[in-house]
């Protein structure tokens, strides 16, 4: 699968799974970002979010509220540019 190719239905609900959250915080972006990119979510932002959802509740948080930013192996281009997606209000 490429990068850019979109999420097939399948491997989407795995995601919706995945970003559940336990933090209401968390939830709230994360629901935001299905609501509007979930037509168009691609391989490479399912990668990032799959990513930051290995991290704390906390940390995420964290990430999100720009209180820091993506370190080490999560400092890669798709995570930071997911976290741009994430961090937008519209």
């Excluded at 850019?4 to 799974?17: F, G």
């Excluded at 720009?66 to 540019?81: S, T, Y």
Aim: proline content about 1%; aromatic content about 4%.
């Amino acid at each position: 699968m490429n990068d850019t190719d979109l999420l097939d239905e399948r491997a989407l609900s795995k995601l919706r799974w995945r970003c559940r959250r336990g933090l209401l915080e968390n939830d709230l972006f994360i629901e935001r970002f299905f609501a509007e990119h979930e037509s168009c979510i691609t391989v490479r932002q399912a990668r990032a979010m799959t990513a930051l959802m290995d991290l704390s509740d906390n940390d995420l948080l964290d990430l999100l509220l720009q209180r820091k930013e993506p370190q080490d192996e999560l400092a890669c281009d798709e995570v930071v540019e997911l976290l741009g997606v994430l961090r937008t209000r519209h």
